[in-house]
């Protein structure tokens, strides 16, 4: 059962959390802070699935270039993980998908470090990492902790 809450938590971190923020200075009304969250990067995507049309290039393409993709590719990978989690309570298929949860666990922690590594290198002083990036690596990495316990036969 925790195969299949753990990888949407980590949906829900991504698209609910905020994950970056940066201080935005305009000519009226000062400076301010802008928080992000991974539903803003990858908005048009989600939007273009929802509709039918699976595809991440054009109109459907994720905001910000590789860091886009990688959150794209987290959510998508924790979602197949999920479903297949709920398949994966049966006895036989348990441990199969077991490979797909610890595989979606890599994904995520090396979506969300790539992420991070890039958010933090070179940047204003007024931006930040959020607590939704550390809580979307840390359910990374109990996905991937889960997924093993799993392939053990736990």
Do not use: H
């Not at 709920?86 to 998908?97: A, D, E, F, M």
Request: with cysteine.
């Amino acid at each position: 059962m925790i195969r299949i809450i753990l990888p949407l938590a980590v949906i829900a971190a991504l698209l609910f959390a905020p994950i970056f923020s940066e201080t935005v200075k305009g000519s009226d009304l000062g400076a301010r802070t802008d928080t992000l969250t991974g539903y803003d990067y990858i908005a048009n995507t989600v939007d273009c699935w929802r509709n039918g049309t699976y595809s991440i290039a054009g109109d459907c393409k994720p905001k910000g270039e590789l860091k886009g993709l990688a959150i794209f590719a987290a959510v998508f990978v924790s979602a197949v993980a999920g479903v297949l989690g709920v398949i994966g309570l049966l006895p036989v298929i348990g441990r199969l998908t077991s490979f797909i949860t610890t595989l979606a666990g890599v994904i995520v922690i090396a979506a969300i470090g790539y992420y991070a590594l890039t958010q933090m290198g070179g940047g204003d002083d007024g931006e930040s990492l959020q607590w939704g990036t550390y809580l979307a690596g840390g359910g990374g990495l109990l996905t991937l902790i889960s997924g093993l316990a799993g392939i053990r036969g736990r």
